[in-house]
């Protein structure tokens, strides 16, 4: 999706309303870079429960560049003598646990974070799915009571916000598509739903997600006596755009319906 002039306007101000609405100062948020490194991709486990959805950074074989330079070669899709290496972020808090790796932290907090995402989207792509997009999220991190009432927090302010704005939506239980459903973790997903969308008129335009302590028994991260747990609020910024270009027709008009906001 290509965000033009006014536009990109409304998606600064849309991170700056979020921020408000989850009462983060609007100078505490970490943007990452979009890349991951071979033994990360690998240990987060994304690309086996997800091959289909994964993206890698390339590059040509040193034995193929003189046959570029001359032009007897060439970008293809008969083309298969790459080097991979790195893979390209899938979700924003990745970051946060690779980043907290064999750590404790001292107390429960929410960490915002916001970062270019990439995946191998196998549905049809239009203004809403696209295979790179900018993910914001409020990451909490903590005990499991406490990651389980973020999300319902951060359900009631986006209910809130969107209210003020007039646009209707619903919050409707998924599951993340695996490649692999009969996989361990999949059955678990199914069984005990962790995932809620946020959905406006048949698009998902953010996410409520509980992990367990999944991310903090794999990347040793803890707190007091165990591994902390953590849940995400999730927002695909150009989602959002799209929404609201559909409800308000055009940028002038979702910047003063923003402006309304309190």
Not at 43 to 71: Q, W
Request: with cysteine; net charge negative; charged share 25%.
């Amino acid at each position: 999706m290509i965000i033009e002039k006014q536009w990109h306007q409304v998606k600064n101000v849309l991170q700056e309303v979020l921020d408000n609405a989850f009462s983060i100062d609007k100078n505490a948020t970490t943007e990452f870079d979009s890349l991951l490194s071979i033994d990360e991709i690998d240990a987060l486990g994304y690309a086996r429960n997800f091959p289909h959805l994964t993206c890698v950074m390339c590059s040509i074989e040193d034995g193929e560049l003189l046959n570029f330079s001359k032009g007897k070669s060439r970008l293809d899709h008969d083309f298969k003598k790459l080097d991979v290496g790195m893979a390209l972020l899938p979700a924003t808090c990745y970051k946060v646990y690779l980043g907290l790796m064999n750590s404790s932290i001292e107390a429960p907090y929410i960490e915002s974070c916001i970062a270019r995402c990439f995946r191998h989207e196998d549905k049809a792509l239009d203004n809403y799915r696209a295979f790179n997009f900018t993910m914001k999220e409020y990451v909490y991190l903590g005990e499991g009571e406490s990651a389980q009432a973020h999300l319902d927090r951060g359900y009631e302010r986006i209910s809130a916000l969107l209210d003020q704005l007039g646009i209707t939506v619903s919050c409707e239980l998924a599951n993340d598509p695996f490649f692999d459903t009969s996989s361990s973790v999949a059955r678990l997903s199914t069984l005990t739903p962790t995932k809620r969308e946020i959905v406006f008129q048949g698009h998902a335009v953010s996410s409520l997600n509980y992990h367990r302590n999944y991310f903090g028994e794999k990347f040793n991260i803890t707190h007091g006596s165990g591994f902390i747990h953590t849940s995400c609020v999730a927002f695909g910024l150009e989602r959002w755009i799209a929404m609201f270009e559909e409800h308000f027709g055009d940028a002038a008009k979702t910047l003063a319906a923003l402006a309304t906001i309190h």
